[in-house]
């Protein structure tokens, strides 16, 4: 432990003295914040790859194809992301709780669920994990019609499907909230609802059944670290101040898990429909014409990833924008890491690094202190200060408060006493035009939108070239001659169920959301539900539902089975638990469906469906999340249970200790 310790100190060290031999000692704290955030993308990633490629040549014992372009892709991968973090994290954020906060109190209560349900569309259409979905077109069957049209010729469309259901969604929370009903009611009737229309596409329809696996998979995609968070804080403004209840408005919004029911019911619709409207020979048709295509210049690498990015982030940051300007008026936020990029700070004397291991910062000389300190990210407050004391306007027109203070004449022109000394004549005005704090927050906005969309377009090119081909490999060697050569075998089976749970375990224990899920659920449930019980709990959920979903590839049920068994499940354990609680275990779907994990999965389902034959390879995310909630509701009844008996033991214990002492009274 010493050695480690020793090792990561002297690791620490090193970088240190590098950047400020490269003169950027002034950014230390930028570049150990950037390095924190790039390393546990790196771990997320390399952690779920190295098992996955470890299975594959051990167990399945096959080589990968373009292994160094897959490498290249999972480090392209690793970089957009913690881009694209970043850019949402401060700038889509800030301003989407800016707005949130003020623009309730200047619109109408009609006027703000407009505004909440443009912004549900346009996040989605900025998810991640949405976006992957273009990318995945090239490794579907045109075998599986629905599931192949779907990912190719009409992907915006569905896109747009899926805004419409976050938008479904936040109109009813809105209307739910603000008329005090109760979250379990309505969790009941979507998911009764998405049922009914399962049971009838299942087996009222043709081919249109094949295409159930990838309907729900899409619902599961839309909370993600864009749509949530932007529209929770929009809706908070508006139910904090029309709510009746405010204590319990936002305890039980539950964003995530009912805007991916009602994006299942929207997309349900949508699948119905053009089972009704076109014919399934006409589809057939449509399929293979489409795979018989020839790439246009704008279809390919990196043209694609360009276009779907800006098509992403510059509606929803103009969007934004807009709503600072015109509703707001103005009021920009103080973005989080604007101290960092957008303020030039003095350039400390170069002190070594080894210097603070012998003497802290209080014991140096004060021309020798250094400015900031290892790690010392949260040494300034970055979170949201204001930069009226930075970007000083010295303009017409500038506030008093903000313009230097200028010296006092002791009498106005021309009546100076005599003998006074002549005063100092004004300087005169240079060509520097200093940013007032507005355009300084303005600029930094923009920077780390433009920091989104670079990130997004290497996270598009990654999954392109790392992730997809990464999953459809593996998915297609679990089946061919080797490990899996019959699916229905006993032990090939087993190899297959041990794969895919150690598979969910690792990818929900590698996400970087899970210990922070884990630590908000133990605040939420006051103690009851431990950081540790809720991460191995879902892990172990996540892990029981990829099983489900292999398995169902490998034709051993229809999806609708599962989908009926688990939510009528999910449905008896919300009726015996607290709201709170079933907000939480419906809410942990969304962990499991990280912008890494979910293209991931839905690539080794397409690759293992195109080797069986089967016409769907989608479903896996479904029966991940589904047994994700189940898992951490029945996590919270064996506490409940264990609570019960121990209580039960304490006063078995406390009558049997009464009547020993009355016994020995008498």
């Given at each position: 432990?010493?050695?480690?310790?020793?090792?990561?100190?002297?690791?620490?060290?090193?970088?240190?003295?590098?950047?400020?031999?490269?003169?950027?000692?002034?950014?230390?704290?930028?570049?150990?914040?950037?390095?924190?955030?790039?390393?546990?993308?790196?771990?997320?990633?390399?952690?779920?790859?190295?098992?996955?490629?470890?299975?594959?040549?051990?167990?399945?014992?096959?080589?990968?194809?373009?292994?160094?372009?897959?490498?290249?892709?999972?480090?392209?991968?690793?970089?957009?992301?913690?881009?694209?973090?970043?850019?949402?994290?401060?700038?889509?954020?800030?301003?989407?709780e800016?707005?949130?906060?003020?623009?309730?109190?200047?619109?109408?209560?009609?006027?703000?669920?407009?505004?909440?349900?443009?912004?549900?569309?346009?996040?989605?259409?900025?998810?991640?994990?949405?976006?992957?979905?273009?990318?995945?077109?090239?490794?579907?069957?045109?075998?599986?019609?629905?599931?192949y049209l779907f990912l190719n010729r009409w992907m915006y469309v569905i896109m747009l499907a899926m805004g419409g259901g976050v938008s479904l969604c936040i109109l009813?929370?809105?209307?739910?909230?603000?008329?005090?009903?109760?979250?379990?009611?309505?969790?009941?009737?979507?998911?009764?609802?998405?049922?009914?229309?399962?049971?009838?596409?299942?087996?009222?329809?043709?081919?249109?059944?094949?295409?159930?696996?990838?309907?729900?998979?899409?619902?599961?995609?839309?909370?993600?670290?864009?749509?949530?968070?932007?529209?929770?804080?929009?809706?908070?403004?508006?139910?904090?101040?029309?709510?009746?209840?405010?204590?319990?408005?936002?305890?039980?919004?539950?964003?995530?898990?009912?805007?991916?029911?009602?994006?299942?019911?929207?997309?349900?619709?949508?699948?119905?429909?053009?089972?009704?409207?076109?014919?399934?020979?006409?589809?057939?048709?449509?399929?293979?014409?489409?795979?018989?295509?020839?790439?246009?210049?704008?279809?390919?690498?990196?043209?694609?990833?360009?276009?779907?990015?800006?098509?992403?982030?510059?509606?929803?940051?103009?969007?934004?924008?807009?709503?600072?300007?015109?509703?707001?008026?103005?009021?920009?936020?103080?973005?989080?890491?604007?101290?960092?990029?957008?303020?030039?700070?003095?350039?400390?004397?170069?002190?070594?690094?080894?210097?603070?291991?012998?003497?802290?910062?209080?014991?140096?000389?004060?021309?020798?202190?250094?400015?900031?300190?290892?790690?010392s990210l949260e040494a300034y407050d970055f979170q949201r200060d204001s930069l009226e004391d930075v970007a000083v306007d010295t303009r017409p027109g500038t506030p008093p408060s903000a313009a230097p203070a200028a010296p006092i004449a002791p009498a106005a022109a021309g009546t100076a006493p005599a003998g006074a000394p002549a005063a100092a004549a004004a300087p005169a005005p240079t060509s520097v035009r200093w940013q007032s704090a507005a355009e300084k927050k303005q600029s930094v906005f923009a920077v780390f939108a433009f920091l989104a969309s670079l990130g997004l377009v290497l996270y598009g090119i990654g999954l392109s070239f790392g992730v997809v081909p990464l999953g459809h490999q593996t998915g297609s060697s679990l089946r061919p001659s080797g490990a899996l050569s019959d699916g229905h075998d006993l032990g090939t089976t087993l190899v297959l169920v041990v794969f895919a749970f150690?598979?969910?375990?690792?990818?929900?224990?590698?996400?970087?959301?899970?210990?922070?899920?884990?630590?908000?659920?133990?605040?939420?449930?006051?103690?009851?539900?431990?950081?540790l019980f809720v991460m191995i709990s879902t892990a172990s959920g996540a892990g029981f539902g990829i099983t489900l979903g292999l398995l169902r590839i490998l034709n051993w049920a229809e999806l609708v089975y599962f989908l009926i068994t688990g939510y009528l499940l999910a449905a008896v354990l919300s009726h015996f638990l607290s709201e709170s609680l079933v907000k939480v275990a419906w809410d942990s779907s969304s962990i499991v469906t990280d912008t890494f994990m979910a293209p991931l999965l839905i690539a080794v389902g397409l690759g293992l469906a195109e080797t069986t034959g089967e016409h769907a390879g989608s479903g896996i995310l479904t029966l991940c999340s589904m047994s994700t909630v189940c898992s951490v509701m029945l996590a919270g009844v064996v506490l409940k249970a264990v609570k019960r008996f121990a209580s039960y033991r304490a006063s078995q214990r406390r009558v049997m200790f009464t009547v020993d002492s009355v016994d020995i009274a008498s």
């Amino acid at each position: 432990m010493k050695t480690a310790q020793r090792w990561k100190n002297a690791t620490e060290d090193v970088f240190a003295s590098f950047v400020w031999r490269i003169g950027c000692g002034d950014r230390l704290p930028l570049f150990n914040y950037s390095w924190k955030q790039v390393f546990a993308q790196f771990v997320a990633v390399g952690a779920v790859s190295c098992y996955v490629a470890m299975f594959r040549l051990l167990i399945a014992r096959s080589d990968y194809e373009n292994a160094a372009g897959t490498f290249g892709g999972l480090l392209g991968t690793v970089v957009g992301l913690s881009l694209l973090m970043e850019g949402i994290k401060f700038a889509l954020h800030p301003i989407g709780e800016s707005v949130g906060s003020q623009f309730a109190s200047k619109v109408s209560l009609p006027s703000g669920v407009l505004v909440c349900a443009v912004a549900a569309v346009l996040g989605t259409l900025a998810e991640p994990t949405v976006i992957s979905l273009s990318y995945l077109g090239v490794a579907a069957n045109p075998a599986a019609t629905f599931e192949y049209l779907f990912l190719n010729r009409w992907m915006y469309v569905i896109m747009l499907a899926m805004g419409g259901g976050v938008s479904l969604c936040i109109l009813l929370g809105l209307w739910r909230v603000l008329r005090g009903y109760s979250l379990k009611p309505f969790i009941f009737a979507a998911a009764a609802a998405n049922l009914v229309l399962t049971v009838v596409i299942q087996w009222g329809t043709g081919r249109a059944r094949f295409a159930l696996g990838f309907v729900w998979d899409s619902g599961m995609l839309v909370a993600g670290p864009v749509t949530v968070p932007l529209v929770a804080a929009l809706s908070n403004g508006l139910i904090a101040k029309h709510a009746r209840e405010r204590s319990s408005a936002a305890d039980g919004f539950a964003v995530s898990a009912l805007s991916s029911l009602h994006t299942v019911f929207v997309m349900q619709l949508v699948t119905l429909l053009v089972s009704l409207v076109a014919s399934d020979e006409s589809l057939e048709a449509s399929a293979v014409s489409i795979a018989a295509e020839k790439l246009t210049w704008y279809e390919v690498a990196p043209v694609k990833q360009l276009i779907a990015s800006l098509r992403a982030i510059v509606p929803l940051a103009l969007f934004l924008a807009m709503l600072v300007e015109l509703v707001v008026k103005g009021s920009w936020p103080a973005l989080s890491m604007l101290d960092i990029v957008g303020q030039q700070r003095p350039v400390p004397p170069p002190v070594h690094p080894m210097l603070r291991r012998k003497a802290s910062v209080e014991q140096l000389p004060e021309d020798e202190r250094p400015m900031i300190e290892r790690d010392s990210l949260e040494a300034y407050d970055f979170q949201r200060d204001s930069l009226e004391d930075v970007a000083v306007d010295t303009r017409p027109g500038t506030p008093p408060s903000a313009a230097p203070a200028a010296p006092i004449a002791p009498a106005a022109a021309g009546t100076a006493p005599a003998g006074a000394p002549a005063a100092a004549a004004a300087p005169a005005p240079t060509s520097v035009r200093w940013q007032s704090a507005a355009e300084k927050k303005q600029s930094v906005f923009a920077v780390f939108a433009f920091l989104a969309s670079l990130g997004l377009v290497l996270y598009g090119i990654g999954l392109s070239f790392g992730v997809v081909p990464l999953g459809h490999q593996t998915g297609s060697s679990l089946r061919p001659s080797g490990a899996l050569s019959d699916g229905h075998d006993l032990g090939t089976t087993l190899v297959l169920v041990v794969f895919a749970f150690l598979l969910g375990c690792v990818c929900t224990v590698a996400q970087p959301a899970l210990r922070a899920f884990a630590a908000e659920v133990e605040q939420v449930t006051n103690g009851e539900l431990r950081q540790l019980f809720v991460m191995i709990s879902t892990a172990s959920g996540a892990g029981f539902g990829i099983t489900l979903g292999l398995l169902r590839i490998l034709n051993w049920a229809e999806l609708v089975y599962f989908l009926i068994t688990g939510y009528l499940l999910a449905a008896v354990l919300s009726h015996f638990l607290s709201e709170s609680l079933v907000k939480v275990a419906w809410d942990s779907s969304s962990i499991v469906t990280d912008t890494f994990m979910a293209p991931l999965l839905i690539a080794v389902g397409l690759g293992l469906a195109e080797t069986t034959g089967e016409h769907a390879g989608s479903g896996i995310l479904t029966l991940c999340s589904m047994s994700t909630v189940c898992s951490v509701m029945l996590a919270g009844v064996v506490l409940k249970a264990v609570k019960r008996f121990a209580s039960y033991r304490a006063s078995q214990r406390r009558v049997m200790f009464t009547v020993d002492s009355v016994d020995i009274a008498s």
